[in-house]
């Protein structure tokens, strides 16, 4: 039985996983055991994501946030194993599998450490009412750069572990790219369909909106975040 | 962790093995057409029409109804006119860059290709769902498809690239596949419509030409959409600027 829980995980920079993960050892236990971190990593920094909103919100977004990274990965992984076979990488899916959940795995213990800073600002900030609009906006902001630095985090975990394949690094360089192309571009839907997360200001708290696949984020930046800012950019200058 | 290469007496591989092939040394085909063996061609060109029709079903289901099958059999049929109108400029590109054609060995690269394509498409077949299903805009699904197909041709270079390498040729590849890029834009425009139609319009528009940049430019065209159901009422705070373009309309 290979040795690879979380603490094996951040033992020596996690080298000895990365040996047994690419020699093909153990996958399912590897596999299991990343899971059930990513998910305990997750579920922290959801519960603290949904807290402006209380507990109903705070245990939605604990349950929510691992599944993100669960459907995005069960959406991309075809493609992404595709695609490196095709660049030439020498991986089974399964190893493909175990690679991104190591990468997921690594950014929710990220996000669980910083868990407490975001913790504070939740805190910190006033109650959600119509009236906190800019409080809103401004968790929004935070934490979706906390997410995206433990993102980029755990994408350096996959760029470790593919360098040390026998191939090219154009081919390594190519692979993490669209990799991490095809995590970004599904798992911002994916996020977008399983709102909400901080939480709106005018609408009450429920696990789901109404129509969750009605609309995609990036029709929702181009028709409404984008026109938003400019009117107030141009209120600003007049 | 490199997988070992097919002995050179293998038989050709069918089905899945075809697919395991295809992923593990896309080469393989090439090699025994050099050789004068059979290599399967037949079975690339319907994998890869298969992988074409499934990716066709899935981004048919941003309007739903008659327009999957619509698109499922639309797509394959932009696949095979595509690479049939390019083909006499890979036999010429790469005969130029100095690959030695035959004519077993031509016919396995293009339908090498074609399977390669299918297959990469058949990957990206759940991110195409997901966006077909739940976009609004034709504009959006529109530039989705073409960035997953940019994608899928980026991929396939290498195939077409090594398997010209292998005949011989330097180069050819790049230049040949931004052609084939801007023919298959072409090729869909005449084929249309393939992701929306409004109700009671017709199957096709053979007859009406159209250039693929004015097609794309319509995609955004400000022209109120079939409804179907009725429109969601905008959030207080958030008008939809730009909501003119055809939504899809399973949202409305």
């Keep these: 039985m290979p040795k690879s829980g979380i603490f094996h995980l951040l033992r020596q920079g996690g080298e000895p996983l990365l040996d047994e993960i690419l020699a093909g050892r153990g996958l399912k236990v590897i596999a299991g055991r990343l899971a059930l971190g990513m998910t305990l990593g997750a579920a922290l920094y959801g519960a603290v994501f949904g807290s402006w909103h209380g507990p109903r919100l705070a245990f939605y977004v604990a349950v929510k946030f691992p599944l993100v990274l669960f459907l995005t990965t069960a959406l991309t992984l075809l493609f992404s194993w595709i695609a490196a076979r095709f660049l030439g990488l020498p991986l089974r899916l399964a190893q493909a599998a175990v690679l991104t959940l190591l990468a997921l795995t690594v950014a929710s213990l990220v996000l669980a450490a910083l868990a407490p800073v975001a913790g504070l600002f939740v805190w910190c900030s006033p109650r959600p009412t119509p009236d906190a609009r800019t409080a809103h906006n401004v968790l929004y902001l935070m934490h979706t750069f906390l997410v995206g630095t433990a993102g980029f985090a755990g994408t350096r975990a996959l760029r470790r572990a593919l360098s040390r394949l026998d191939v090219p690094k154009g081919t390594v360089r190519a692979a993490y790219a669209i990799w991490i192309f095809a995590f970004a571009l599904v798992g911002g839907e994916v996020a977008w369909a399983l709102r909400p997360f901080v939480g709106s200001v005018y609408a009450p708290v429920s696990f789901l909106r109404e129509r969750p696949l009605d609309g995609n984020v990036y029709e929702f930046i181009v028709t409404d975040v984008l026109p938003h800012l400019g009117r107030n950019l141009d209120r600003a200058i007049d | ?252």
Excluded at chain 2, 187 to 196: A, E, I, N
Excluded at chain 2, 206 to 212: A, I, P, Q, T, V
């Design chain 2, 1 to 252: 962790m490199n997988e070992p290469k097919p002995p050179a007496t293998e038989t050709t591989p069918r089905g899945l093995a075809l697919c395991h092939q295809l992923l593990t040394d896309p080469q393989a085909p090439v090699r025994h057409a050099i050789a004068g063996r059979p290599a399967g061609g037949w079975m690339l060109t319907l994998l890869g029409l298969l992988g074409f029709a499934l990716y066709g079903a899935a981004a048919g289901m941003f309007q739903g109804g008659t327009q999957i099958a619509l698109a499922a059999a639309k797509a394959p049929g932009i696949a095979a006119l595509t690479l049939l109108l390019c083909c006499p400029s890979l036999y010429i590109f790469g005969a130029l860059a100095g690959a030695r054609w035959t004519p077993a060995t031509f016919r396995i690269v293009a339908a090498g290709l074609l399977a390669t394509l299918g297959f990469l498409l058949g990957g990206l077949l759940p991110i195409a769902w997901l966006f077909s299903s739940s976009s609004r805009y034709l504009g959006t699904v529109v530039w989705i498809h073409v960035l997953l197909w940019i994608v899928a041709l980026a991929l396939a270079y290498r195939f077409l690239s090594s398997a010209l390498r292998e005949l011989g040729a330097r180069g050819g590849a790049f230049l040949w596949l931004c052609l084939f890029l801007i023919v298959s834009f072409q090729v869909t425009t005449l084929l249309r419509p393939v992701l929306w139609r409004p109700e009671g319009a017709p199957l096709h528009r053979f007859g009406e030409k159209k250039s693929f940049f004015e097609n794309l430019g319509e995609a955004f065209k400000v022209e109120p959409a079939a409804k179907v159901k009725p429109a969601k009422a905008a959030p207080p705070t958030l008008p939809l600027a730009g909501a003119s373009a055809p939504r899809n309309p399973k949202s409305r």
